[in-house]
């Protein structure tokens, strides 16, 4: 279902004819073709004002542009996509176009309005020569928006999802004056594919070879928040920027512009982030910033982009997911308490029995809280019905009402502030209630790609090993900026070579993800790991050895110990593919343990064991390793990786160790 | 229920007509004044993989209207009316929020209303200790709690100003 969104304001419309100047068919000519031609002696097409209206970015080969609006209709000439001259000649003749018959709001003037401002202010439009026409359906548009402040909205990965770690990017606008912690009314800006309803992996093929058209909507900022912290439990980031209050007013002219102008949507390039991207630099061309995603874009980067430019970043604030608040209320109570919350929300304890009743005043409001916040969100996730779940609900917001004590989970409840001067190690101990590193922002995290080298020992043997990753983190990296636990990778090659032989691939990944999410007194969640690839297996310690494509999936409780370690215990398995399939092996399966401590915030420690059984159609075989690798973070985008073990790939047993220097980018 | 759309035509506040017309059983987008407290979620619960979800929607209506808070085709949106908007879509944080005394919903809330800052903690307070006349039983809906508010806040010296009567 798509709207005709502009509907209801073109049919304000009609009124603009009453004032608006009668156009004369016999143009004037003579004036259009001088500020054409002056416009062409300036060199106006070549500014970076006009590539920013055109949403004009560099070709990946060549020195052209393109834009990257793909509907014609956004364009004024046949070639407006490629040829900046040509559409800023157009542009200038339709400005002179008589008044249509359905009002100024269809005049170019009005569906141009950002080329029209910047133009007449540029070249200095006569208004006696060229008459101007109001535009009362984008003025009563950009007065219902009303720009004040502008921030750039940053969903964080949610827990037990690392997919969800690339995020995703929308801007919010605020009124002027709107009052701290009422930020919930306001407009968002978010660029979507309209994937009609489709999903899986049709979704995901389509999404990637750009087989969507993206459109901009305009919601309401609590609905958002209710996607994102309610249904999927992320965390966000908000960025508010120094804009003022014209540049974000440059900005929705241009949105204005793009309204239904659908624009290809892929997932890596023109996603969501980029576009808003380019929507951004409208409001300030000199930033330049669609020149600097040549080939593809993550969200957190376009966020880096923005944040890195000197003074653009006024303050970051942080606001936790409804899974998040559950923590921090679970943080400040004894796990008896959490008991307790845990036994209203099943029924087995009424709000008024004595055992709440007994509680300290305090206690009892943070328990009460705790049991209802938990049971929104068994309802938000679909594990309790309504009729379930709203009668106890009601029961404990009442006793909790009846309590005057101060709400339990302040202030984390609150989105903390995090001014940009503010050294984010600093800004984030002040955060009450969160742990020292869990506040680093997500674009103080490292980079996503990675390139590393570095040599190590198989047996008595040296080899030297370079390695690429294309995009995100692995538990290893360094940590800070990313959700414990949660790892993925995407495209990571490795080459190694041991003395005088060639260089022979050790490792390809396609896809690799593991979720540890430890359990509590509330949450039982699974956590898992899966992974595509290609491995290669010394039967014989040797040192070739052989390729095993994998197909490999595994899953198990976790559990959060003393001091920050995430231990978990799973079972899993693979299905197998090599030159000796299907003799010597189909599929192998059995259990692994997984460590993880974080000993200090640039020193992260995993350890992991596991036993495999090798079946084939001649063998089975027994398969095991077990190691321990270290991270060691030098720099926000350079780190030093240790890893030594022993494994056995269904023969003999061999030691293993490597370091590498890991640089990100 | 007569009282309630008695006083809620008073208010401004349609809670039948076009404007319901189209509203889905479960409605986080537009209106809402039919909503009720506690409805879910869950129609748009996240996918285990969702590296795609980076772009999509939902079952949103893509567009760059800004009527999307009012509902409103044309002219301005009054207060009450306003105030009653805001509550379907946050009904759950609201009514959360009105049980501890404060929040972050809570505070729009007044914002919308357009309460001053020093009268801010008194409206909250207010909400909180009339709690149980606000949030009447798990089937009320967003127009009876905007109704309510504003009886509230009627009866209330300071905070009677910002009420309509």
């Known amino acids: 279902m798509r709207s005709v969104p502009a509907a209801c304001c073109w049919g304000l419309v009609l009124a603009a004819g009453l004032w608006a100047e009668r156009a004369d068919a016999a143009a004037d000519s003579a004036y259009r073709d001088q500020l054409i031609a002056e416009a062409e002696v300036r060199g106006l097409a070549a500014t970076r004002q006009w590539r920013a209206l055109l949403f004009s970015a560099p070709d990946l080969l060549g020195s052209g542009r393109t834009g990257i609006v793909d509907n014609p209709g956004f364009y004024l000439d046949e070639n407006g996509k490629t040829d900046l001259e040509a559409e800023l000649r157009a542009t200038i003749a339709a400005f002179f176009a008589p008044l249509p018959a359905d009002g100024a709001d269809a005049h170019p003037q009005c569906r141009k309005v950002a080329r029209y401002r910047w133009l007449k202010d540029t070249l200095g439009f006569d208004a006696s020569r060229l008459p101007e026409h109001r535009c009362p359906g984008f003025e009563a548009w950009i007065g219902e928006v009303n720009p004040g402040t502008l921030s750039l909205i940053f969903p964080a990965a949610y827990l037990n999802n690392p997919s969800s770690m690339f995020g995703h990017t929308l801007i919010r606008i605020d009124p002027p004056g709107q009052p701290k912690g009422a930020q919930l009314t306001s407009y968002t800006i978010h660029f979507a594919a309209d994937h009609q309803g489709e999903q899986g992996a049709v979704f995901a093929v389509k999404g990637l070879a750009g087989g969507y058209r993206g459109y901009f909507s305009l919601i309401p900022y609590y609905d958002k928040v209710s996607q994102y912290s309610d249904i999927e439990n992320r965390d966000i980031w908000e960025y508010e920027l120094t804009f003022t209050r014209d540049e974000i007013s440059r900005m929705l002219e241009l949105l204005w512009e793009l309204n239904e102008q659908p624009i290809d949507y892929y997932f890596f390039t023109t996603n969501c982030s980029y576009v808003l991207l380019a929507l951004i630099n409208g409001a300030r061309p000199e930033l330049q910033l669609l020149d600097r995603f040549p080939l593809y874009a993550v969200p957190v980067d376009t966020i880096r982009a923005v944040v890195d430019e000197p003074g653009l970043l006024r303050r970051a604030v942080f606001r936790p997911s409804a899974r998040t608040r559950i923590a921090h209320l679970q943080a400040g109570l004894s796990p008896a308490d959490q008991r307790l919350a845990l036994a209203l929300t099943t029924g087995e304890v009424d709000a008024d029995a004595p055992a709440i009743t007994a509680l300290r005043e305090a206690d009892r409001a943070a328990v009460l809280e705790l049991a209802a916040a938990y049971l929104l969100y068994l309802r938000n996730t679909g594990a309790m019905t309504r009729p379930e779940m709203a009668p106890r609900a009601l029961a404990l917001l009442r006793e909790r009402s009846r309590i005057a004590a101060p709400p339990a989970d302040q202030p984390a409840d609150q989105p903390a502030d995090q001014p940009a001067d503010q050294a984010a190690g600093q800004a984030a101990g002040q955060a009450a209630g969160a742990s020292d590193d869990s506040l680093v922002r997500p674009d103080e995290g490292h980079d996503p790609g990675r390139l590393a080298g570095g040599f190590g020992m198989t047996g008595k043997r040296t080899f030297a090993e370079v390695s690429v990753r294309a995009v995100y983190h692995d538990s290893l990296d360094p940590p800070a900026g990313f959700v414990d636990g949660a790892s993925i990778e995407l495209g990571s090659l490795t080459l190694r070579q041991y003395g005088s032989g060639y260089p022979l691939i050790e490792e390809l990944t396609v896809i690799a993800i593991q979720s540890l999410t430890p359990r509590d007194e509330i949450f039982r969640p699974l956590s898992w790991q899966t992974r595509i690839g290609l491995d290669r297996w010394r039967k014989d310690g040797d040192d070739t050895g052989e390729s095993v494509a994998s197909l490999a999936a595994a899953a198990g409780p976790a559990w959060r110990l003393g001091g920050g370690i995430i231990a978990s215990a799973q079972i899993g398995g693979a299905l197998l593919g090599s030159a000796r399939w299907p003799q010597e092996r189909i599929f192998d399966a059995g259990p692994s343990v997984d460590l993880i401590y974080r000993a200090t915030p640039d020193w992260t420690l995993h350890a992991s064991a596991g036993q495999r059984t090798v079946v084939g159609s001649d063998q089975v075989a027994l398969a095991f390793g077990a190691g321990l690798g270290q991270g060691f973070r030098l720099d926000r985008n350079l780190s030093l990786r240790l890893e030594a073990g022993v494994r056995n790939d269904g023969g003999k047993s061999y030691t293993e160790w490597s370091s590498a220097l890991d640089w990100y980018f | ?165």
């Open chain 2, 1 to 165: 229920m007569q009282r309630v759309a008695l006083a809620a035509a008073l208010l401004g506040i349609s809670i039948s007509g076009p404007a319901l017309a189209d509203q889905k059983p479960v409605n986080n987008v537009g209106c809402g004044l039919g909503s009720m407290a506690f409805e879910g979620e869950t129609e748009v619960a996240p996918q285990v993989l969702a590296a795609t979800t980076n772009g999509t929607l939902g079952n949103q209506t893509f567009g760059i209207s800004s009527h999307t808070l009012g509902c409103a085709k044309d002219g301005k949106v009054m207060v009450p009316q306003k105030m009653a908007m805001f509550i379907g879509p946050n009904m759950n944080h609201l009514t959360a929020d009105m049980a501890r005394g404060q929040g972050e919903t809570l505070t729009t809330l007044a914002y919308v209303i357009g309460i001053e800052e020093q009268d801010r903690s008194r409206f909250y307070a207010a909400t909180q200790q009339n709690f149980e006349r606000i949030v009447s039983s798990p089937d009320v809906t967003a127009a009876e709690v905007a109704v309510a508010i504003n009886t509230v806040m009627l009866e209330d010296a300071t905070l009677r100003r910002y009420a309509t009567s």
